[in-house]
C-alpha cells in the first residue's frame, strides 16, 4: 500500500486540510456519539445516573488514552516507514505491532475487570452512585477489544494519509448508537446505554474490517513477527501512552475533587466535559495528523516540509479554536440545559466553560507542537509537555484551590487555564528558534 497523499511534494495547506479536515470529522462524530449517551441518560435517568456516568468516565477516558497512545506510538514508526518506501520494514512493523496490541487489550480488560470497585472507590466515587458505575463499566469492558483494535486500524490508515473512511465509520455508528441509546435504555435501565455503546463499537469495528479486506489494505502474518522491534515500539509508544493517559488521570483527579461538592456538582462536571470536547477534539485532530505528516516528511528526508506543516497548523488552528470558543461560551449554559433540568447542575456547567474558555487557544497550540515533535520521533519530548502541563501545573493548582477554599471556580481556573498558559511559554520555548519553527535536531539528520 502506498501513501494516500503526497506530504513532502504536495502544497502545504491542501495537504494538510485533506489530512485533518475528515479527521476533525470524525472526532466531532466520536463527540455527537459521545454527546448521544449523555442526553438520553441525562433526561431519561435523570442526574444520579449522569454523576454515575461521570464517575466512570476517567477510567473510559484512561482505557481509551491507553489504546490511543499504543497505536499512535506504533504510527510514528510506521510513517516514517511509509515516507522512506521501505515495504519490508512496513510489514514487519504491522505485524509486531498488532500482536503486541492485542495481547496489551487482553491483559489490560482482565485487569480492569478485577480491579473496577477499587479504582471507583480510588475516584471518590458517592457509596449511592457506585453499584450504577461499576455495572456501566463492566459492560463496556466488553467491547474495549472493538475500541483498541478500531484505534489501531485508524492509526495505521493515517499513517498512510487515509482518514476519509474513519470519518464514514464513525457516522455510521453514532447514526446506530443514537437509535440503541434509548431502546436499550428503556429495556435494561442505566446499563443499557452501556450496551449500546459496546454494540456501536463492534459495529464500527467490523466496519473498518470489511473495508480493510475489501481493499487490501493490510495484512499481518504471525512468522514476521520481530521480537527485535519490540524495544523500538515501546520506546515509541510508551511516551504516546503517557501523553495520552496523564489527561485522564489529570481528570480522575479532579473528578475526585468535584465529588466533595455533592452529586449536583458531579452531574454538571460531567456535562461541562462533554461540552468542552467541542474545543479539544480539532486540537486533538491536529496533533494526530500532525504526526502522521511529519513523520512522513522526516522519512523521505524533507523536515524542511515538516516545518512548513507546523506552521500552517499553528495558523489555521488558531482561527478554527477561536472561532468555536465564541461559539461555546455565547451558548454555554443554553447548551448545558439540554441534558440537564436541575438548576444548580446547569449554572455549575456554564461556569466552568466560561471560566476555562480562554485556555483552549493555548491547548490546541499546544497540541500543534506535540503532534511534531511526535512525528520527528521525539515522543519523549511531548511526554515532557505533557506532564508539565497536568502534573507540573494542572493538579496541584487545582488541589491547592481546593484546599485553600476558593471551590469550584477555583479548582476551574487553577486546573485549566494557569496549565494551558503555562504550557505553551514551555513549547515556544523548547521548539521555536529566533521567531520561527524548528523541529529537534535529531528529526533533521
Known sequence: M???????????????????????AATFLSMAYNLVDSLWIGNLLGEEAMAALTSSTPVILLLNAIAMG?????????????????RAARERLLSTSFFASLGLCLLLTAGSEALLPLLLRGLGTPADILPLARDYLAVYLLGYLSVFLYNYFAAVLRSYGNTAFQAIAMLLCTLLNAVLDPLFIHWLGFSGAAVATVTSQMTALA????????????????????????????????PSVVQQGVPAVSTAFLTGL???????????????????????????????????????????????????????SLLFGSGLLAALTAAVLLLARPLAALFLSGEAAVSLAA???????????????????????????????????????????????????????????????????????????????????????????????
Not at 513477527?225 to 509508544?237: H, K, P, Q, V, Y
Open 70 to 86: 499504543t497505536a499512535g506510538g506504533g504510527s510514528i514508526l510506521l510513517s516514517q516507514a511509509v515516507g522512506a518506501e521501505d
Open 351 to 445: 461556569r466552568y466553560l466560561l471560566v476555562v474558555g480562554v485556555g483552549y487557544l493555548g491547548n490546541g497550540l499546544a497540541n500543534c507542537f506535540l503532534g511534531a515533535v511526535n512525528g520527528a520521533g521525539r515522543p519523549g519530548t511531548g511526554m515532557l509537555l505533557t506532564a508539565l502541563y497536568h502534573l507540573g501545573a494542572r493538579i496541584p493548582l487545582a488541589w491547592l484551590a481546593s484546599a485553600l477554599g476558593f471551590g469550584l471556580t477555583g479548582i476551574w481556573c487553577a486546573g485549566h487555564l494557569v496549565a494551558a498558559l503555562s504550557t505553551q511559554m514551555a513549547a515556544r520555548r523548547l521548539l521555536w528558534g529566533e521567531g520561527v519553527p524548528s523541529l529537534p535536531a535529531a528529526a533533521k539528520k
Open 2 to 24: 502506498s501513501a494516500t497523499i503526497d506530504f513532502a511534494g504536495e502544497k502545504t495547506l491542501p495537504a494538510l486540510l485533506k489530512m485533518s479536515l475528515p479527521m476533525m
Open 207 to 238: 466496519i473498518m474490517l470489511v473495508y480493510l479486506a475489501r481493499k487490501r489494505l493490510f495484512s499481518c502474518h504471525i512468522r514476521q513477527f520481530d521480537r527485535g522491534l519490540l524495544l523500538s515500539l515501546c520506546r515509541s509508544a510508551l
Open 258 to 312: 468535584v465529588s466533595g461538592y455533592g452529586v449536583s456538582a458531579i452531574a454538571g462536571y460531567g456535562v461541562a466535559c462533554k461540552l468542552e470536547v467541542v474545543l479539544l477534539y480539532p486540537a486533538v485532530s491536529l496533533n494526530m495528523a500532525l504526526m502522521a505528516i511529519v513523520g512522513q516528511c522526516i522519512g523521505a528526508g524533507r523536515p524542511d516540509r515538516a516545518r512548513d506543516y507546523l506552521r500552517a
